[in-house]
């Protein structure tokens, strides 16, 4: 009614003042962010870097001996780099097909009575503190393990028994853990395809299996690539679950070896390391750093390209 | 409210009181401070309180690595008893803390294993704080019930794999041991003479780690601290000998060591701050922080 009286702070200055407060509140809250990464990639670089040249990065990266308190010491950390790598690998190539079969299956197969059902609880398995997953990983698929190794290996004389805790163990843990992250973002990119593609591949005949796998997954291939490289990233930074569940000693990654990930070589050791131990440790810190910076800028070209071919 | 209301009133009593006190206790301060500063000399304080909290001075110690956890832990608790003190300690291994005692450099040398006879002959003197003693463990069903030195040697450098080859029923032996750098790991190797020649099929990073895993697979084997062993476990006998704290103390059981703070002449000699913290290492309280460390303590 008066709106001048109703605006006492409504005045130009007065509205400009608090724009620019409101702006600077914004830059200062997002300066937290990026100082955050800032100070995390300098301390990593800067904690990680000197003991690669005490040691010699040759040393460090393709050793192959982890003997860090021996009168010796010697730091190759090359079977725990390959570790990583494979039993990362190794359970994408378990989780992903699981995953995304399970969000076609959410997406377009269920009865939506059936998908009330299995959405939420795929959402529960992403809410699952990883130490549950190594408890449950320790406690029944250990033994199993253990079980199968006694079977195999029974006539070996060379074969060092593990009592089930190793590389094979650790992969399917992440395999499970892996599995509400792909699962959801295939699934959001498939709902996201649109419904004129399904119609039109249906009208021209085409059954719905031929549908999904020809006309829906490759319409919403950015999305289910960009679902696997978080899969990633969560399976080589995941630590806890398998901590319990690899048995920890540094061996050439064979599916029935006891294995040291990265991420479970710094837990393991960081609690009594000394000087160039401890120095290496966080050399291990800045590999896997570096891995998982390699991880994210993948996935933000992808999500790039993703939304060009959008355009 | 009513007990909010005591509450504020004891908090006040307390406040009014705590600072008379204060008042007080800045002018006798800057006598005893004037005082210490003409005569110099420690210790002299009229105290007439027990608790010692007039005590001032350092205890520098330096040494063995896996004593980290018992120094430290006395260093805090004699710290909170005597304020006045400052105790520091510094891990840079067994010997490097007798040479730094010989020379000296520190008040006590800490040591996980006995002094040698030259160390001895320069002047150093043996004082046994604790002895830590280690349990070798088993899967309960596993039959073996005794292992000789070499046995246990061979199991952990991978020459024996079975239990067949040492009294036990065919299975075989998943051994299990604790990370590089863990104290009871050093101790372990150290003690059988087999150090970095472990081949371990898991690794684990804690002592309860280390009970669960040989708790729950059959066949396995492994070591911890005397002080956390329960049913869910096999303690075996080692030379035939029970891990007990009596026969740790007798020296009949192999798997223990001394844990030694040397000093440079007799503990007499010492300062009266070095003296105390002996003493308070002897007395009851000191005897429980030793036991918290999962050490035994000595007589």
């Known amino acids: 009614m008066r709106e001048k009286g109703l605006s006492i702070i409504g005045t130009k200055a007065a509205k400009s003042a608090v724009e620019t407060t409101a702006k600077y509140i914004f830059t200062v809250c997002s300066i937290c962010a990026v100082l955050a990464v800032a100070s995390i990639t300098i301390y990593m670089i800067y904690s990680g870097a000197p003991a690669i040249f005490k040691v010699g990065p040759l040393d460090i990266l393709f050793g192959t001996a982890w003997e860090p308190t021996s009168a010796e010491p010697s730091y190759g950390i090359l079977y725990i780099i390959l570790t990583s790598i494979i039993g990362t690998a190794m359970a994408i190539l378990i989780g992903v097909p699981v995953g995304v079969l399970t969000a076609v299956f959410l997406a377009e197969v269920a009865p939506p009575k059936l998908a009330a059902v299995v959405k939420p609880a795929v959402e529960l398995l992403a809410g699952i503190p990883s130490v549950i997953y190594g408890l449950l990983g320790l406690l029944i698929l250990n033994p199993i393990m253990y079980k199968l190794e006694l079977w195999i290996f029974k006539d070996s004389d060379t074969h060092q028994f593990t009592g089930g805790a190793n590389l094979l163990s650790a992969i399917i843990v992440l395999a499970i853990m892996i599995l509400p992250t792909v699962i959801n973002i295939s699934e959001s990119s498939l709902?996201?395809?649109?419904?004129?593609?399904?119609?039109?591949?249906?009208?021209?005949?085409?059954?719905?299996?031929?549908?999904?796998?020809?006309?829906?997954?490759?319409?919403?291939?950015?999305?289910?690539?960009?679902?696997?490289?978080?899969?990633?990233?969560?399976?080589?930074?995941?630590?806890?679950?398998?901590?319990?569940?690899?048995?920890?000693?540094?061996?050439?990654?064979?599916?029935?070896?006891?294995?040291?990930?990265?991420?479970?070589?710094?837990?393991?050791e960081m609690g009594y390391a000394a000087d160039l131990h401890r120095q290496v440790l966080f050399t291990i810190g800045l590999v896997l750093f570096v891995f998982i910076m390699i991880i994210n800028l993948c996935l933000s070209k992808l999500l790039k390209k993703g939304v060009s071919n959008d355009e | 409210?009513?007990?909010?209301?005591?509450?504020?009133?004891?908090?006040?009593?307390?406040?009014?009181?705590?600072?008379?006190?204060?008042?007080?206790?800045?002018?006798?301060?800057?006598?005893?401070?004037?005082?210490?500063?003409?005569?110099?000399?420690?210790?002299?304080?009229?105290?007439?309180?027990?608790?010692?909290?007039?005590?001032?001075?350092?205890?520098?110690?330096?040494?063995?690595?896996?004593?980290?956890?018992?120094?430290?832990?006395?260093?805090?608790?004699?710290?909170?008893?005597?304020?006045?003190?400052?105790?520091?300690?510094?891990?840079?291994?067994?010997?490097?803390?007798?040479?730094?005692?010989?020379?000296?450099?520190?008040?006590?040398?800490?040591?996980?294993?006995?002094?040698?006879?030259?160390?001895k002959e320069e002047g150093a003197v043996e004082n046994i704080v604790a002895i830590d003693g280690i349990a070798v463990v088993t899967n309960p069903a596993t039959t073996t019930e005794d292992l000789s030195k070499e046995q246990l040697s061979q199991i952990y450098t991978g020459e024996i794999t079975d239990w067949e080859e040492v009294d036990g029923d065919a299975a075989p032996i998943v051994v299990i041991g604790r990370e590089a750098g863990s104290g009871t790991r050093d101790a372990f190797e150290e003690i059988l003479e087999i150090t970095d020649k472990c081949k371990y099929a898991s690794e684990l990073d804690s002592t309860g780690a280390v009970m669960a895993k040989v708790a729950s697979t059959p066949g396995a084997i492994?070591?911890?601290?005397?002080?956390?062993?329960?049913?869910?476990?096999?303690?075996?006998?080692?030379?035939?000998?029970?891990?007990?704290?009596?026969?740790?103390?007798?020296?009949?059981?192999?798997?223990?060591?001394?844990?030694?703070?040397?000093?440079?002449?007799?503990?007499?000699?010492?300062?009266?701050?070095?003296?105390?913290?002996?003493?308070?290492?002897?007395?009851?309280?000191?005897?429980?922080?030793?036991?918290?460390?999962?050490?035994?303590?000595?007589?």
């Open chain 2, 222 to 299: 492994g070591y911890v601290s005397l002080d956390v062993l329960d049913d869910s476990v096999k303690a075996l006998m080692l030379d035939g000998v029970e891990p007990t704290e009596e026969s740790i103390k007798s020296g009949d059981y192999f798997l223990s060591r001394p844990f030694v703070m040397a000093t440079n002449g007799e503990i007499s000699a010492q300062s009266e701050a070095v003296q105390t913290f002996f003493e308070y290492l002897s007395s009851d309280e000191g005897k429980q922080v030793v036991k918290d460390a999962g050490l035994i303590t000595v007589d």
């Open chain 1, 191 to 268: 709902k996201a395809v649109h419904g004129s593609l399904k119609s039109a591949s249906l009208a021209l005949g085409a059954s719905k299996i031929q549908t999904i796998f020809k006309v829906l997954l490759p319409a919403a291939k950015s999305g289910v690539i960009t679902a696997i490289v978080l899969g990633v990233g969560r399976a080589i930074g995941e630590a806890m679950a398998i901590t319990l569940v690899c048995g920890s000693a540094v061996n050439f990654p064979l599916p029935f070896n006891a294995v040291r990930f990265l991420t479970t070589a710094i837990v393991s």
């Open chain 2, 1 to 119: 409210m009513k007990n909010f209301k005591k509450i504020a009133t004891i908090l006040g009593v307390c406040t009014l009181t705590a600072a008379g006190v204060m008042g007080c206790g800045g002018s006798s301060e800057e006598a005893a401070d004037s005082g210490a500063d003409t005569g110099s000399a420690e210790g002299t304080s009229d105290s007439a309180d027990a608790s010692g909290e007039d005590l001032s001075g350092t205890v520098s110690m330096a040494g063995s690595t896996s004593m980290e956890k018992l120094a430290n832990a006395a260093a805090e608790a004699f710290m909170a008893k005597y304020p006045g003190v400052s105790v520091t300690a510094e891990f840079t291994g067994s010997s490097a803390g007798v040479e730094a005692v010989l020379s000296k450099s520190v008040d006590i040398g800490n040591s996980s294993r006995n002094l040698s006879d030259s160390e």
